[in-house]
């Protein structure tokens, strides 16, 4: 009798259902066995996280439990990963549990860190959570006059042109209240790229401009003066704030850090980005990583969780074998008011940018209702 090759996912964001429900769709039945690990038993959609369409949703309505997203036949423990040994290919948890596997997948393998800049939890808002959003649009709802920086640090989680949207979104709101020449809009970027591609940098640039939103690159974010309203930089500089939305940095989990996991030049975790594979091991499986950053963004992972699955199938039920995975970023960016292009970018630098069109993709992006509606199938 076949033993079943045993899938252990590590997370408990949209990444680990979207590929744990796409492996048992595609292995044969009895072929293999998925199980999820993950500490939170509820999930919330990270891309519904934005400031104009969250009062399209409600905080029980953007939640739902892992239960009921994952299919009948794949496991859930709900404990935390604290170490992972490569060499005998087994995950230990929080809760004592010994979970072996034939094939792993990593899905949280890093997480916002906000205690690298000093202050954040006195003055800072953000968007990392539904909380966050709604508590960052009662601000701007009662705001009048005075500065609004956005800051997005290189190593953050978020795109950023989640960033760049959410300072068009907000100065296209106060436009629409008539007191837009009375607030100041900053984007900050910790990087002096700001997504890494030259071209789509230019862009950005030249449409902030156009709209008299600031630009600032360059500055890494240390910490808050809050008797000042400050935020400071390494390099002792200061930019003024009435409102500071914070993209904060992060950091490795610490079960990727007692692993010793083979580092790039770049330091970041050593990914064949033909096959999402870590680098010596081609059991474990990396999502999220975009060549040079790792992202939670929704539609990279969509795609990785796609080719993923195909491979685990192919490797344990003959499922037809996909070819190397080809990252694209797939995404879409205000250019105006009610207008927006689609940005499509390679991992070779190349970009297309669509024709600025009157949209409502706002609420197709970033509402809840992306992922029970036009998006389900893919996701589920």
Same mark, same amino acid.
């Given at each position: 009798m076949k033993v079943s090759d045993r899938v252990v996912i590590l997370g408990d964001g949209e990444s680990a259902v979207m590929v744990a429900n796409k492996i048992v769709q595609k292995a044969a039945r009895g072929d293999v066995e998925v199980i999820v690990v993950g500490k939170n038993k509820r999930l919330e959609f990270s891309d519904s996280n934005i400031f104009v369409p969250v009062s399209l949703i409600d905080q029980g309505s953007s939640r739902r439990n892992l239960d009921s997203l994952l299919r009948m036949n794949v496991t859930f423990i709900r404990d935390e990963p604290v170490s992972l040994n490569l060499k005998d290919n087994i995950v230990n948890t929080k809760g004592g549990k010994i979970i072996r596997y034939d094939h792993i997948i990593l899905t949280d393998y890093m997480r916002p860190d906000p205690s690298k800049i000093?202050?954040?939890?006195?003055?800072?808002?953000?968007?990392?959570?539904l909380e966050g959003a709604m508590s960052?649009?009662? *601000?701007l709802s009662n705001f009048k006059k005075g500065d609004i920086v956005i800051y997005? *640090?290189?190593?953050s989680l978020f795109n950023p042109l989640n960033s760049v949207n959410l300072a068009i979104n907000i100065f296209n709101y106060f436009q629409s209240k008539g007191n837009g020449n009375d607030i100041k809009i900053n984007c900050v970027f910790s990087s002096e790229l700001i997504s890494g591609n030259k071209e789509l940098d230019g862009i950005i640039e030249s449409t902030l401009k156009s709209m008299g939103i600031e630009l600032t690159k360059g500055f890494k974010l240390t910490g808050f003066n809050v008797k000042n309203k400050e935020l400071q930089s390494s390099d002792g500089k200061a930019i003024k704030y009435d409102i500071p939305v914070i993209f904060s940095p992060s950091s490795y989990s610490s079960y990727v850090e007692s692993a010793n996991f083979p580092k790039a030049d770049s330091g970041n975790i050593e990914v064949n980005m033909k096959d999402l594979t870590l680098k010596g091991f081609d059991n474990v499986f990396i999502m999220g990583y975009e060549g040079t950053s790792f992202t939670n963004y929704w539609k990279v992972n969509r795609g990785q969780a796609d080719f993923i699955s195909s491979r685990i199938a192919f490797m344990v039920s003959g499922y037809p074998e996909p070819d190397h995975y080809v990252y694209t970023y797939d995404s879409v960016m205000i250019k105006g008011k009610e207008l927006a292009s689609s940005i499509i970018s390679s991992l070779d630098g190349k970009l297309v940018e669509g024709r600025p069109s009157r949209t409502d993709y706002l609420v197709a992006l970033y509402s809840h209702e992306a992922f029970f509606g036009t998006y389900a199938l893919g996701f589920i």
């Open positions: 000093v202050g954040y939890n006195e003055d800072a808002r953000s968007i990392e959570t960052l649009k009662e *601000d997005h *640090d290189n190593t």
